[in-house]
Each structure stands twice: as C-alpha cells, then as structure tokens.
C-alpha cells in the first residue's frame, strides 16, 4: 500500500519537482498541493494523506502554525508532518517540534534522502534533522517555552527498561542500535518504545524525544558539544 503524500510549499515549481520525485518512487504516492498552511490543514482532513511535506513560510497560515493544527487535530491522529524548508534555522528547528512535527529536513537534501526520510517518517521510527545537531535540538528542547509548560507525562508509568530505552532514543539510536546496547533483539526495543508512547501519548519518536528532555530524563550536552 503507498505512502501518502500532501505537498504543501507555496511556490509551484517546487510542488512539481516533489510531485516528480515522490511519484517515481514505486511506494509513495501524492495525495494533494496545498498553497498555504490553512489550505494544508484543511487538505489534510480531505486527503488522510500519511504524511505532509510542509513548508515554513507560506501565506494564510505559515507552515509552523499549520503543523500545530493538525497535529493537535484528534481526527488526524495518524498524519505525520515532515517539515521540509531552505531557512535550516535553529528556531525553527525548537518551533518545528514544539509544534509536534515528526521531521525537519532542509532542501538541500538529497533527493534519495528526501524519500527515505518520508518514509522514516510515515512510520514514526526516527527523529530526522540531519542539519540541526543533538546538541541544538537539546539546548532548544530545554529551554523554557514562552507559554504555561504542558502538563508533564508521568514517567513512573514506565518500567526502568522503557525509562532506559526512551533516554537512548533520545540520543538519536535506532533501535538497531538500542538492541546492541542493551544485548536484545530489536524487536524487544521496538516493543519498549512502542509501550512507552502508548504510555505518554506520543505520536512518534520525535515526540518522545521532546518529551526526554522536558521532562529533566535527558540533559543537554555541556555548551560547546558538538556531537551529531
């Protein structure tokens, strides 16, 4: 079954050089084009597309604003958001995740990782932002919001092994990884990680994540780390 894709950019030429790339990939499909954020939005409830390519800036609605609404929309609890732009900016890297989307992705990327991080994305298995560093994303995770903090997720939900598992994810280990590190299969992580997002009500790894280092799990490398 293809993976759905919603291309929201402003700018034409881009929406048809995605259109290009994504359809001559033999497993991902485009579901609609979307102008603006408000317009992505609402094409989001239309399509049930599995994923949304957002641009930053967009008229209406920018692309942030746009990947809140729809990740905090129940009935588009399954639509995963990759943020795809040419401003590779630190805040927006913070916004982009605060905002909940899956992914961040430059457009300098190449057109192979393009796909591939769709299709990373789709299944919620790993945190893309080749461009913004551990470090970054943690230094921005960590700091105060400028809203009243959301509630934090009850970690003594978890197990010892989930809590050490969700810390490991947050350095950026797939579960390949994960296993190795702890002598277990990778199927008894992705059993791990998948209980501790039912657990606290994450929608992917990129929530889990956010929610490692705003909860203390997790700290910030030391200032000056620049580890990827």
């Known amino acids: 079954m293809s993976i759905r894709v919603l291309l929201a950019d402003d700018q034409a030429l881009m929406r048809v050089g995605f259109r290009v790339l994504i359809d001559s990939a033999p497993d991902l499909e485009v579901a609609g084009e979307a102008r603006t954020g408000r317009e992505a939005v609402e094409m989001a409830r239309q399509t049930r597309a599995d994923v949304v390519l957002m641009d930053i800036r967009m008229p209406d609605t920018d692309g942030l604003t746009a ?125 791990h990680v998948n209980r501790a997002m039912v657990k606290l009500g994450a929608r992917d790894r990129a929530q889990l994540v956010v929610i490692a280092y705003q909860t203390g799990l997790v700290r910030p490398p030391a200032t000056g780390s620049h580890s990827v």
């Open 67 to 191: 990947t809140q609404m729809i990740t905090e929309d129940d009935d588009l609890a399954g639509v995963r958001v990759l943020i795809l732009t040419t401003f590779e900016i630190d805040e927006y890297v913070y916004r982009a995740l605060r905002a909940g989307a899956s992914g961040f992705l430059g457009k300098g990327a190449e057109p192979a990782e393009l796909i591939e991080a769709i299709r990373v994305v789709s299944r919620g298995d790993a945190l893309l932002s080749p461009t913004a560093t551990k470090s970054l994303i943690a230094r921005f995770l960590a700091r105060p919001d400028d809203g009243p903090p959301p509630a934090p997720p009850a970690l003594d939900m978890l197990t010892n092994r989930e809590r050490e598992v969700l810390s490991l994810v947050a350095v950026g280990m797939s579960n390949d990884d994960i296993a190795d590190h702890l002598v277990v299969s990778p199927a008894t992580i992705k059993t």
